[in-house]
């Protein structure tokens, strides 16, 4: 991993990443890329396999045949045993109802979307980019164990990028399957409704309190000192609130406002996400009471400083 500044965030480039490709990552792990690049998911989501003799697929990945054929081919001479899903964006989970079609293996991991209330306007109802057809076997409690021939996997809750978020912890190799909440080639994109920043940051805590040594992401090569990683995507974010305090300060209200002087020079296609991104720190403000909002939560929402 690249070194990291006080100040910013200097992400890794490819790192192997070849769509399509099956690599081994590990005595236990093998890797397979989905081709679903973009500028959200990097080359592709990233499809793990667990085990040798006994398997459990993570994140299966969009509904391609190809890859789900990919996948099905590259456990031949095996069991699928389990089929484990961290979120259910629709990067991640919907190719889990074919595979499980195709080997009779349980779906387990996260609970369904549920839509979260209180928001107005456009968020209202925003499920756009959620798996609403995923039907878990078991949705998976924090702490819960998955044991398989050889290997043991273990859930850990980490809400944030999504409200049902999970983690899955490999206990053989004090590894850990960390979903879209801790990638090497970005920072993990936190945008209500259903995301975050108060469960977001919380989670990083929870990793850090963690001892695995090596994180395998949905999307990029591997976080290799997950815990200097994590530090770093905790200040980034900090930093970040700090700019949009003093936007508040400075009298900017209004979400667009905001992001105009906060991403400087953002590529146009991604103001979206950036206007998202910025509500989930505005909310986290507002819950603990360093802000005021006047209307419903969204992005029409105007703020201002306490007493502003």
Same mark, same amino acid.
């Given at each position: ?11 890794e ?5 070849a769509?399509g ?8 792990v ?5 081709n ?38 590259a ?7 389990h089929? $484990?899903?961290? *979120? ?8 889990? =109802? /074919?595979?499980? +079609?195709a080997? %009779? !293996? ?9 839509p ?9 109802g925003?499920?756009?980019s ?30 944030g ?11 053989e190799e ?14 993990s994109?936190?945008a ?7 469960d ?22 591997p ?9 770093? $995507?905790?200040h *980034?974010r ?7 305090? =003093? /936007?508040?300060? +400075?009298?900017? %209200? !209004?979400?667009?406002q905001i ?27 507002v819950a603990?009471?360093r802000?005021?909002?006047?209307g ?5 929402a ?7």
């Amino acid at each position: 991993m690249k070194a990291i500044a006080d100040d910013e965030l200097i992400f890794e480039g490819p790192q192997e990443a070849a769509t399509g490709q099956m690599t081994r990552l590990s005595p236990l792990v093998r890797r397979l890329i989905a081709n679903n690049p973009s500028p959200f998911t990097f080359t592709g989501t990233c499809s793990y396999i667990v085990g040798e003799e006994e398997l459990a697929i993570i994140d299966p990945g969009p509904l391609d045949e190809a890859h789900i054929e990919a996948l099905l081919q590259a456990a031949a001479g095996a069991k699928i045993a389990h089929i $484990l899903v961290t *979120h259910t964006h629709r990067d991640h989970s919907p190719a889990a =109802a /074919r595979l499980k +079609a195709a080997t %009779g !293996a349980p779906i387990l991991g996260a609970r369904p979307y549920r839509p979260r209330a209180g928001f107005a306007g456009a968020l209202k109802g925003l499920d756009a980019s959620h798996d609403l057809a995923y039907a878990p076997d078991l949705a998976l409690e924090d702490g819960a164990r998955i044991e398989g021939r050889g290997y043991t996997i273990e859930a850990v809750a980490t809400p944030g990028h999504a409200a049902n978020h999970l983690a899955f912890a490999l206990r053989e190799e004090s590894a850990l399957f960390s979903g879209d909440h801790v990638m090497a080639w970005s920072t993990s994109i936190v945008a209500p409704p259903d995301g975050s920043m108060g469960d977001y940051m919380a989670s990083l805590d929870k990793l850090r309190a963690r001892g695995e040594t090596i994180f395998w992401p949905g999307h990029g090569g591997p976080v290799r000192e997950p815990q200097r990683w994590m530090r770093a $995507l905790g200040h *980034h974010r900090r930093q970040r609130e700090a700019s949009i305090l =003093a /936007r508040i300060e +400075a009298g900017d %209200g !209004a979400v667009p406002q905001i992001v105009a002087k906060v991403y400087e020079g953002l590529n146009p296609a991604l103001v979206g996400a950036a206007s998202l991104s910025t509500l989930a720190h505005l909310e986290d403000l507002v819950a603990r009471g360093r802000i005021a909002m006047e209307g419903e939560l969204g992005l029409s929402a105007r703020f201002s400083a306490i007493g502003g």
